[in-house]
């Protein structure tokens, strides 16, 4: 009787445990709506801003302007900033994103370049500060889904180290969003800007939908429809003034861009895990049922045999 009470306390446990499972499923998939609306949301304001910057690469020659943001130097220092999350229960989300860096590291160090981490999450801060990395700034707590007010402070770090010469490069570490059961890490070279860098390209948005019960992602091609400026418009400020206003709300753009890519990434990874989660509790249910039955037909079995045997004795 012992052991059935102890696979009947194990059954119990692993349904507890699958609707925990399911319910941070079901969680995470409501953000990964969210992260998709704001993706959405911000598109307008991004299409805009490369319109612009589209038309003025177009009126000048950004190989002839002199900007800070767009000179090209010796590069001695490296800012390597890494996008991790806080949490874990997301399978490889973070360890993958972590070892991109480290190899990245690993590189410049080998090329005699100095290196600097900029962490953003708490798995990514601990991971480095353990290993006496050097890190220039770390943020973590930060909303589920970022906001623009989040990567603009962020941005501002970014554009103080390289202004002030502290680093020559800023290079960014994320993960980009494929669908619910891949994600990719990819290195994106940040700071200084080149014109190649500026081009404006077809983009993609990425679109949850649910198809007989199950979470599935659909990417839709948005083509950019930027125009060059005419060639008879007329500058209130000169067109360098304003390329130089234009150039940090683009470098804003982008990191927040990179930041609802891996926020997006991190709560799919999640689902995933969790639903695997939830699979593997409702194996395990089966066989400690199908345990459970085999144990108690013993038992009764048993029970049957030492009731006979009693009978004949006393016969």
């Not at 800070?68 to 390597?80: I, N, S």
């Not at 983009?203 to 198809?211: G, N, P, Q, S």
């Amino acid at each position: 009787m012992s052991n059935l009470k102890a696979i009947r306390d194990r059954i119990d446990s692993v349904k507890n445990t699958k609707k925990i499972t399911e319910a941070m499923r079901l969680v995470a998939a409501a953000k990964v709506r969210r992260a998709q609306e704001q993706v959405t949301a911000t598109r307008p304001f991004a299409d805009t801003l490369a319109q612009v910057l589209y038309g003025l690469q177009n009126r000048l020659r950004f190989e002839d302007v002199d900007l800070p943001l767009l000179k090209q130097r010796e590069v001695k220092t490296v800012a390597l900033f890494v996008v991790t999350g806080d949490r874990g229960l997301c399978g490889g989300y973070n360890t993958n994103v972590i070892k991109k860096a480290e190899q990245r590291a690993a590189e410049l160090k080998a090329q005699g370049i100095n290196y600097t981490f900029v962490t953003i999450g708490r798995k990514a801060g601990q991971y480095f500060k353990r290993r006496n990395e050097p890190i220039a700034g770390q943020y973590f707590g930060l909303e589920q889904i970022p906001t623009a007010n989040e990567s603009g402070a962020m941005a501002d770090e970014l554009l103080s180290l390289f202004f002030t010469g502290t680093v020559d490069r800023v290079e960014l570490i994320y993960t980009r969003f494929v669908s619910l059961i891949s994600s990719s890490p990819v290195i994106q070279t940040l700071l200084p800007l080149t014109p190649q860098g500026l081009e404006v390209q077809d983009d993609e948005i990425f679109r949850l939908t649910v198809r007989g019960g199950n979470f599935q992602v659909e990417r839709e091609s948005v083509a950019n429809t930027a125009s060059t400026l005419p060639r008879d418009m007329i500058f209130e400020q000169d067109p360098v003034q304003i390329l130089d206003s234009l150039l940090p709300l683009y470098i804003n753009n982008q990191l927040l861009r990179a930041l609802q890519e891996s926020a997006a990434s991190e709560l799919a990874a999640r689902m995933t895990a969790m639903s695997n989660a939830s699979e593997n509790a409702k194996e395990l249910m089966k066989t400690l049922t199908l345990s459970y039955n085999k144990a108690r037909q013993a038992s009764i079995t048993q029970q049957i045999l030492e009731v006979v045997s009693g009978a004949n004795a006393l016969g």
